[in-house]
């Protein structure tokens, strides 16, 4: 079973802090992707890649950075946070494009 | 608008009875996958489906690529059924290519 860590868990930030939210894959996959979900729109991607070093836009990519420094890890980062990016945040990987997902447990980002 | 449209968006269930979700695809899906999350909010995969059918216990998946849709059936509900399901498909190549649809809410009763 893929296991996809992803940290802080919960977070409460200023409005115009950074934010750095973390995400660890053990399986070696290739794919990794951040998605955010809120009421009413299911899940969105934000960012993905294709593998170290690799970063690519999603759906809604405004306002958030995304990092893959290695096979294993891939950071989603907020350089200025606004209260409409308070949600909740799903790292996922994947061995390759069209295979099974794998999320991790979620981070809940709130932004007064 | 909406290339992948659940139905219903909402169900209860009895304990022990039988029912079916469904998936609607306005774009050319070459697989299929269905998620649940828990109450809790831990979302797990379920099926990955190519055009076919799937069974795993009490879920059954069925996925016709001609016709556009994908459903779930469920049987014999039981309570930790309860959660929210999601169908998300796969339009051609490319990493992004996983589109979520919002969702059918499932609430089991005793």
């Known amino acids: 079973e893929a296991a996809v860590t992803q940290s802080p868990r919960n977070k409460v930030a200023v409005t115009g802090g950074k934010v750095t939210l973390s995400c660890n894959q053990t399986n070696n996959h290739n794919n990794m992707y951040w998605y955010r979900q809120d009421t009413g729109h299911g899940l969105r991607l934000i960012h993905y890649s294709y593998g170290a070093g690799s970063t690519e836009k999603g759906d809604i990519p405004d306002g958030y950075k995304a990092s893959r420094p290695s096979q294993e890890n891939f950071s989603l980062i907020l350089e200025l946070a606004t209260p409409s990016q308070t949600s909740v945040y799903f790292c996922a990987s994947a061995q390759n494009s069209g295979n099974t997902l794998y999320f991790g447990e979620g981070s809940r980002l709130i932004v007064v | 608008g909406d290339k992948v449209k659940q139905s219903p968006s909402a169900l209860s269930l009895q304990e022990g009875t039988n029912s079916a979700l469904r998936c609607n695809f306005s774009i050319a899906a070459t697989t299929v996958q269905w998620f649940l999350q828990n109450p809790r909010g831990s979302l797990m995969n379920l099926f990955y489906l190519v055009p076919g059918t799937k069974e795993n216990g009490r879920l059954k998946s069925a996925f016709d690529s001609k016709e556009s849709y994908s459903t779930l059936h469920i049987r014999d509900a039981q309570l930790e059924d309860s959660g929210t399901y999601f169908c998300?498909?796969?339009?051609?190549?490319?990493?992004?290519?996983?589109?979520f649809g919002t969702g059918t809410t499932v609430s089991v009763s005793p």
């Open positions: 998300a498909a796969e339009a051609g190549q490319g990493g992004r290519a996983l589109i």
